[in-house]
């Protein structure tokens, strides 16, 4: 860092390559109209001739602010074809206060590289870009990954909107390539591994970001904080929870210092849109923290998220009967990975004690092993070879899972801290009653009936609302009604709401 | 308990087996302890007690009660899995096999305690946790504040001041030398006292108790705290400092991150949090109400304003010279903000003014942009002095000798240095916002948003061009009511160690 400083402030460009030197200094020929024409208007765009990082004070002086950071942000942006972070904007803007800019231009110069080069640059003004970064470059689908391309996929149908992803590293937003379009799409394309060469780098100006995603890679959330702090860019983004924060004993080491890097970027966002109430008081703490450093932060409003049911197939209802029912023995299914804040430790206990009760039913666990769940495998293995009906899949489709929903008596979800909580949701939705943690974003869910609630930390308190649904036909009956007459809320509806919050609302 | 078992445990560490069970079985059993046998067979008191104990620990409602047991057999707070695993097999097996069970992990996992050492139960009492200051020399904010409380409380009250063992699993009795380190500080220690030699640890259990954390909690011991605050019927009563690495990410490594948040996971069970600031009471607040979310109250979180007394180091003023003398305070790290008052130097040395800038403050975590800064300045031929970290007395001279200090930070739990410095009635520039702003209320401060550069500027500018500005500031620093620590230690009693209301 100290030494980057350096080598900006005394950069020699006569210590590269000629052809080198020749790329970039077509590459700024290119981008210097651009650049004029974002500041004055689109008649600006003459090409101009840059012999070197020099010219770009003459090109530039009467369009670009040396000590505006936004325009410092947008000169990097624009000229190196990679996004800065704050700092570097912050310094350059200060040491151009006394050379005229001249830092500038010599940063523009360092901070070039033959790959940026290279890049096709473009300036979106007045557009929506939306960030699918990790959700477009995978096939894969948790719950995150699941929500932000069930919604990114509407905005494209229903908006004038651009999916960007980053190009390597972290440099700069980009245009997606056509199988990452297809990723997002169909949700399903084959993986590719190829550098995209061909990709056009986006600098938002004047413009709105949205992020339907986690971003917590430590480079992104640096430049998004730039992004946010100093640019008059608009910016949403999507908040699932503050677990990393709130219950790091559930979180993978490590992972929390990254997440408070995205927050730190989140900080500067215009508006939040919580998936859940519970994710909102997250947020709203956190919001409230931040008067310690005089910030304000962003506005938090919560848009719950949907759930739609998927009818399987024939086939597909076989399968997962032939897969969990136990003869006639009453299922009982707990959905999710056996990280430990889903708590399936209670849950095994639970059904340990209503066994020994005597009460009969099997038990199913729908979800792959996960940081810290050695031990569920272990307590898993002692029931097995004690011979009690219980067993686990790590991975089902989503046929099978919506099928497995419809053969349970009843679902478990005790969690200790959930954003959402979908595999309640989606049970009561098809009409299995389900079990669930009498607080947070769980409880808002079972407010809307089907569900018993349960004190997560008293296994016999769990217990007692699995027994309750196991041998009483009156409480299943009621509760089974209950969440077959719950209010339907779809995709649609909720990819709506968030873009009027994230895109209209000011 | 089988012969095999206990051949496996030795008699040394079965007799503070006995010992241990004895005493939880004191507090926990009372008067129907069975009886135990003649003769002083190590491991025979364990035999007879266990099973009582462990038939207590089968009511799920006696959580307080696995904790204890837990702690005496392995000489180790248990973590949250823990107690929540003996729990259930306490719920489900035998007693035999709870039992088996247990002695089993006590010789598969010597390192989890000290099994070897006798323990001592605190009972309705206050328990207060000094471990760093006790180990260490290190006296910066945090060890300043533990070092002017602690010692104050146990002059009016009953306290026991505990370290943890190297396992970070369990309190231990202090050193003699640990006694003096927090007790009666005097700079750092040297050499082995002849008490130190015979020194012999014991374990210290609070029950029914107060645990008072006045320092930021070892990461490492977390998992412990945190399954103490829940189960053990103790209430845990802590000083907030600040949440830098949670709401200041950015300007922390990521490291520290993880660490804070690891020291999260105690203070959301924690009974009663001590903000000493408006910034860090409002940081443990906002923390507080985010835990709604997953069906936790939280602590009690209050403001508990820290002490701002001028340092007692006796010290001269240097002597002056002509140009008059900007003071910048912190260690030299990105939310200090040095720089913003370099840049603003910058500005107004070019300007023409002249004027000379002292920097005080050790190499923080990261001096990436304000080094280079320092010294192309230097290079320039600017009056810019940069001292590194100072003795206090020396920090004191170099307050009283300048004309007004610069502490405008990013981010703050109270802002010492500007607390001092007035108390030494120099002048202020800080941020307006959170406890530097609440510093400033009470006079002798020019405040500034300390990420404008034009303002910083403009405040740095109006002190060294209007004499009369100053001297008003001037009047104003020495007008502040002082905050002394008497009044701190007092007011932090009463609300962190009161005994009753526990939740």
């Known amino acids: ?472 036909d009156v409480v299943h009956d009621r509760l089974s009604a209950e969440a077959l007459d719950r209010p339907a809320r779809t995709w649609d509806d909720y990819a709506r709401e968030v873009w009027d919050l994230l895109v209209e609302s000011r | 308990m089988t012969a095999t078992t206990t051949s496996r445990l030795g008699p040394s560490i079965l007799t503070a087996l006995d010992q241990r069970l004895a005493t939880a079985a004191s507090v926990l059993l009372g008067a129907d302890a069975p009886d135990l046998p003649e003769g002083r067979r190590p491991g025979m008191a364990s035999s007879h007690l266990l099973p009582a104990l462990i038939a207590l620990c089968a009511d799920s409602r006696r959580q307080d009660a696995r904790w204890l047991v837990l702690t005496a057999t392995f000489g180790a707070f248990p973590t949250t899995d823990q107690v929540k695993e003996f729990g259930r097999t306490v719920e489900l097996g035998p007693s035999e096999y709870a039992e088996s069970t247990l002695l089993a992990e006590v010789i598969s996992e010597p390192g989890r305690g000290r099994v070897d050492l006798p323990m001592t139960i605190v009972a309705d009492g206050v328990v207060v946790e000094v471990d760093f200051c006790a180990r260490y020399d290190t006296h910066t904010g945090i060890h300043r504040v533990v070092r002017e409380t602690v010692p104050r409380w146990r002059a009016e009250h009953t306290v026991t001041a505990v370290a943890w063992i190297d396992q970070y699993s369990a309190f231990r009795t202090l050193a003699p030398r640990e006694v003096d380190r927090v007790f009666s500080y005097d700079g750092p220690l040297s050499g082995e006292t002849a008490s130190d030699a015979t020194y012999r640890p014991r374990l210290v259990v609070p029950w029914r108790s107060v645990l008072v954390l006045p320092d930021v909690a070892n990461p490492r011991a977390s998992g412990q705290l945190a399954a103490l605050a829940k189960f053990s019927g103790n209430s845990v009563s802590m000083i907030g400092y600040d949440m830098i690495p949670i709401t200041s990410a950015e300007m922390r490594p990521l490291a520290d991150t993880g660490a804070f948040a690891q020291y999260l996971t105690v203070v959301k069970h924690a009974h009663r949090v001590a903000g000493i600031s408006r910034s860090s009471t409002a940081e443990f607040a906002g923390f507080t109400h985010s835990l709604k979310s997953q069906g936790l109250a939280g602590p009690d979180v209050r403001e508990v304003l820290l002490a701002g007394e001028a340092p007692h180091t006796l010290g001269s003023a240097r002597p002056h010279g002509d140009r008059p003398v900007m003071l910048c305070l912190g260690s030299q790290e990105p939310h200090k903000n040095q720089r913003a008052a370099l840049h603003a130097a910058e500005r107004l040395w070019r300007e023409g003014l002249d004027f000379e800038v002292r920097l005080v403050g050790g190499r923080g975590w990261s001096d990436a942009v304000l080094r280079p800064a320092i010294e192309r300045l230097a290079d320039a031929g600017r009056s810019i002095t940069a001292l590194g970290r100072v003795s206090d007395s020396r920090l004191l001279d170099e307050m009283r000798s300048a004309d007004f200090v610069f502490f405008a930070s990013l981010h703050e739990g109270y802002g010492l240095p500007a607390a001092e410095s007035l108390a030494c009635g120099i002048p202020v520039i800080t941020s307006n916002f959170g406890s530097q702003l609440e510093i400033a209320e009470l006079g002798g401060c020019l405040v500034v948003d300390p990420r404008d550069d034009d303002e910083v500027t403009e405040a740095i500018r109006r002190l060294l061009t209007k004499p009369e500005e100053l001297q008003r500031l001037r009047s104003e620093a020495v007008a502040r009511p002082v905050r002394t620590w008497d009044e701190y230690a007092s007011e932090l009693w009463a609300f962190l160690c009161t005994i009753g209301d526990v939740a």
């Open chain 1, 1 to 472: 860092m100290r030494d980057r400083f350096r080598q900006i402030l005394s950069y020699a460009p006569a210590a590269l390559p000629r052809m080198t030197r020749d790329r970039h200094r077509e590459a700024w020929a290119r981008r210097v109209p651009l650049l004029r024409a974002t500041l004055r208007g689109a008649d600006e765009a003459q090409p101009v001739a840059v012999a070197s990082f020099h010219d770009l004070a003459e090109a530039l002086a009467d369009v670009i602010d040396t000590r505006d950071r936004s325009h410092v942000w947008l000169a990097l942006a624009v000229l190196t074809g990679r996004f800065p972070d704050r700092t570097t904007v912050v310094e350059l803007a200060r040491a151009s206060e006394f050379d005229d800019g001249e830092s500038l231009w010599r940063a523009v110069a360092e901070l070039t590289t033959d790959e940026s080069a290279s890049w096709p640059v473009r300036v979106a003004t007045d557009e929506v870009l939306v960030d699918v970064a990790h959700t477009a470059s995978t096939v894969l689908a948790t719950g995150i990954q699941r929500v932000a391309r069930e919604t990114t996929r509407r905005w494209l149908r229903d908006h004038d909107c651009t999916p960007v992803s980053w190009s390597r590293d972290f440099q700069s937003l980009r245009e997606l390539t056509a199988l990452e379009r297809a990723r997002i799409a169909q949700s399903r394309a084959e993986e590719d591994v190829e550098a995209r060469p061909e990709a056009t780098v986006i600098v938002p100006w004047h413009a709105t970001y949205l992020l339907p995603e986690l971003a917590a890679e430590t480079a992104r959330s640096s430049r998004l904080l730039a992004l946010a702090e100093l640019t008059p860019n608009r910016t949403g983004v999507i908040g699932f929870d503050c677990v990393p924060i709130t219950s790091a004993e559930t979180t993978q080491l490590g992972f929390s210092g990254v997440f408070a890097g995205n927050l730190a970027a989140v900080r500067k966002f215009d508006v939040v849109a919580t998936i859940s109430k519970a994710a909102g008081a997250e947020y709203a703490g956190w919001r409230s923290m931040l008067s310690a450093i005089g910030v304000t932060g962003p506005r938090i409003e919560p848009v719950q998220l949907p759930v739609e049911v998927a009818e399987p197939t024939p086939a597909e209802i076989e399968a997962a009967r032939a897969r969990f029912l136990v003869g006639w023995l009453p299922l009982v299914l707990v959905v999710g990975s056996h990280e430990p804040r889903k708590n399936h430790l209670a849950v095994l206990h639970a059904a340990e004690l209503l066994w020994r009760e005597g009460v009969q039913f099997s038990l199913s666990f729908v979800g792959g092993n996960a940081w810290g769940s050695d031990s569920f495998s272990r307590r898993l293995a002692d029931l097995q070879r004690a011979g009690r009906p219980v067993d686990s899949e790590s991975r089902l489709s989503d046929g099978r899972l919506w099928a497995s929903y419809r053969l349970a008596r009843c679902t478990v979800f005790p969690s200790l801290n959930e954003g959402f909580g979908l595999p309640v949701a989606e049970s009561l939705a098809v009409g299995t009653p389900a079990i669930t943690s009498n607080f947070g974003s769980m409880l808002e869910i079972a407010a809307d009936g089907g569900a018993l609630t349960v004190d997560p930390h008293d296994d016999h308190s769990i217990a007692d609302a699995m027994r309750s649904l196991l041998v009483d």
